[in-house]
């Protein structure tokens, strides 16, 4: 079932509101509980559990978990050349984009004798989730194996629950190759999460761990980075989002296909359409029961469009106002001036502009990545890049005559700051 048209100007603030929310998040005691529990049961038991929980989930009893390189050697070599290749030129298009945001140190002498730098280091060692699921998941290896091997850090290890028969797809394997990543482990879940948190016999812990999950990895990784010190994660993460905003002049199959291409990743991917044209939005309807037909994710596309809004708004600047409130994953813009919209659109994910840009496009092969913030948090978090697989640091060195020149300065701060350890340790060296 599609939602009926809602006409924007017709709706009260209150439902205005109402129209943009996004489904709550599940974070029901029980399945905090059950996380709680999970991660309790590693950190006691190590690869104990991890062989146990993987049984419990997976429905496969593991010997080992560490994939080998002669598995991922017979894995190249199970794949076409085709299927080969697309993979490779999505590495080489990823890599191109990702190292155009390599960085040099930044060093300015901020007055005589007083230098300071602003250094990037890559983090020691992070962890990459990939989901398994329905489907594997090899683009989502390149979007975090990319980044990590152009940041150059020094440990990088791959974790990814097992199929039926204790395998990871050939796919996922060829891709993490590419990567440079030698550490795979045949192991997901919020247990695989708590082992690269905490470390087992096998996995060694890891400084931040990427990627994204059902709910209980999503949950594992909220728990996991409140309890570890010294221990992150990329982003916050909720169901899958694309607001398309497009104009009477739009062709309604190319709409349509963009909201189901979200649509067919869960149940509650979230899928919105802006536009000022009520006839195209009727045609983007009729578009929509066609091409969901023929979908073989019909059944989840379909429950997803139950949530579907098709908003019917006086103007594309006032559909501009709304994807601003809404801050999607993923903004599409299909106008004729769609560069004028863009200078006005701030809160997104990532934009594609043009009725040639398919989102598809920058989930696989455009070079953009497709880890991305949902549920708002575009208006205040970025899309992964390289900076996220890095830290960065001060440096600053002073000659004598530098503090000279600043010590005025600090000396009448530390005095307005009650502050006399703080002054003395200036003093001191200039009395000298």
């Known amino acids: 079932m599609i939602n009926k048209m809602i006409d924007w100007q017709a709706l009260s603030k209150r439902e205005q509101q ?96 007083v230098r300071c730098t602003l250094k990037t280091e890559a983090i ?50 060829v891709a993490a190759r590419l990567c440079e ?34 709910k209980y990895v999503t949950e594992a990784k909220k728990q996991l980075a409140q309890q570890v010190n010294g221990f992150a994660i990329d982003m916050p993460a909720g169901p899958s989002e694309v607001l398309v905003i497009a104009d009477a002049n739009a062709k309604a199959s190319f709409v349509a296909a963009d909201l189901l291409s979200q649509a067919e990743h869960g149940p509650d991917s979230q899928v ?11 045609n983007v309807q009729n578009e929509l029961l066609k091409q969901v037909a023929v979908l073989s994710r019909r059944t989840i596309a379909e429950q997803a469009l139950t949530q579907s809004r098709l908003i019917l708004v006086e103007s594309l600047s006032k559909a501009v106002e709304v994807s601003n409130l809404y801050a999607p994953e993923h903004l599409i813009i299909q106008t004729n001036n769609a560069q004028e919209l863009l200078k006005t ?8 502009v043009g009725e040639y840009t398919p989102e598809s496009a920058g989930d696989y092969a455009s070079g953009t990545n497709h880890v991305l913030p949902t549920y708002g948090y575009s208006k205040v978090i970025s899309s992964l890049s390289l900076a996220d697989f890095s830290r960065r640091f001060t440096v600053q060195e002073i000659t004598k005559q530098g503090l000279m020149n600043i010590a005025e300065c600090i000396t009448e701060l530390t005095d307005a700051e009650g502050l006399d350890g703080h002054k003395r340790a200036v003093t001191i060296r200039l009395e000298e």
């Open 181 to 214: 990543i030698d550490e795979i482990y045949t192991v997901g879940g919020a247990h695989g999460c708590a082992a690269m948190a905490f470390g087992t016999e096998t996995i060694k812990p890891v400084n931040k761990i990427f990627g994204p999950g059902n």
């Open 345 to 352: 659109l701030r809160n997104a994910g990532s934009i594609f």
């Open 272 to 282: 919105i359409l802006l536009s000022d044209s009520a006839e195209l939005i009727a």
């Open 18 to 113: 109402s129209a943009l929310a996004r489904p709550a998040i599940s974070e029901s005691g029980l399945l905090s509980q059950q996380v709680e529990n999970i991660l309790n049961n590693v950190k006691r038991n190590g690869d104990k559990a991890l062989y146990e929980l993987t049984e419990k989930f997976d429905g496969i009893k593991l010997t080992t978990l560490t994939v080998t390189d002669e598995q991922i050697v017979a894995a190249r070599a199970a794949l076409s050349a085709k299927r080969l290749k697309a993979i490779e030129t999505a590495y080489g298009q990823i890599k191109r984009f990702h190292q155009a945001q390599i960085c040099d140190d930044i060093t300015v002498e901020t007055a005589p004798g």
């Open 124 to 173: 020691e060692s992070v962890g990459l989730y990939i989901p398994a699921g329905s489907a594997p998941l090899p683009s989502t290896v390149l979007m975090l194996g990319v980044p990590s091997q152009l940041a150059q850090c020094p440990r990088t290890v791959l974790v990814c629950p097992p199929d039926i028969n204790g395998k990871l797809a050939d796919e996922i394997l």
